[in-house]
Structure formats: structure tokens, C-alpha cells
């Protein structure tokens, strides 16, 4: 059964850190492109970042160029989202999502096709 699971959200200040997990269970992650999605409040979900299958990256969001980045233990079966220099404006829920279709680098929102239940970050002082 295929299955996705985020966690390390959580409460941190402006200008902190905060290391997001995503383990995949049921499948083996380096198959896929495997990308970070978030929702703010009242607001649509958009792409954050985005590893591919051959393990390039491919950044969603500009807001989080040289901020965040995207790594994948394949040994773990598990895709890390690292934020540093964290803003208010980076407080969603982050969710981790399988693109099972396509086979060279990042594809579009739409071509997502398995999420996982999301995580919550909040940055606040």
C-alpha cells in the first residue's frame, strides 16, 4: 500500500529552521519524482520544490530561492525539505506528493497523483 507520511513541522521563529521528512512506504521513492507542495490559510496550494527521478531539482516557488532545499535518502526511502531563513509568510501546511507518471524531470501541480496528509509549519514570534 502505498503510502506518504510528513513530519517535522512545528513552531519556529523568523529567521529559524526547520527540517521537513517525508517517508514512503509501499513503493521505492527514487522510481518517482517526489515534491513539496504547501497551503497557507485561505489560500491555494502551491509547488515549493520538486525532485525528480534522475534527481534534478526544479524550484516551484521563487520565494524560497536560497532558502530551501530538496534532498532524497534512497537508502531510507525518504525526501527532506530543509528551510532555513524561515518568514512568517512560509506558515502552511506542507505536503509531500508522488508524480507517478512522469518519467524526466518536475511536472506541473496537476500531475500529482498521491499526497500525502500534510504537515504544519508556523512561523511566528
Known amino acids: 500500500q502505498l503510502q506518504l507520511v510528513e513530519s517535522g513541522g512545528g513552531l519556529v521563529q523568523p529567521g529559524g529552521s526547520l527540517r521537513l521528512s517525508c517517508a514512503a512506504s509501499?513503493?521505492?521513492?527514487?522510481?518517482?519524482?517526489i515534491g513539496w507542495f504547501r497551503q497557507a490559510a485561505g489560500k491555494e496550494r502551491e509547488g515549493v520544490l520538486c525532485?525528480?527521478?534522475?534527481?534534478?531539482?526544479?524550484t516551484y516557488a521563487d520565494s524560497v530561492k536560497g532558502r530551501f532545499t530538496i534532498s532524497r535518502d534512497n537508502a531510507k526511502n525518504m525526501v527532506y525539505l530543509q528551510m532555513n531563513s524561515l518568514k512568517p509568510e512560509d506558515t502552511a501546511v506542507y505536503y509531500c506528493?508522488?508524480?507517478?507518471?512522469?518519467?524526466?524531470?518536475?511536472?506541473?501541480?496537476?500531475?500529482?497523483?498521491?499526497w500525502g496528509q500534510g504537515t504544519h509549519v508556523t512561523v511566528s514570534s
Open positions: 509501499g513503493f521505492t521513492l527514487d522510481y518517482y519524482a
Open positions: 525532485i525528480s527521478r534522475q534527481g534534478d531539482i526544479r
Open positions: 506528493a508522488l508524480d507517478r507518471k512522469t518519467i524526466y524531470g518536475c511536472n506541473l501541480q496537476a500531475r500529482y497523483d498521491y
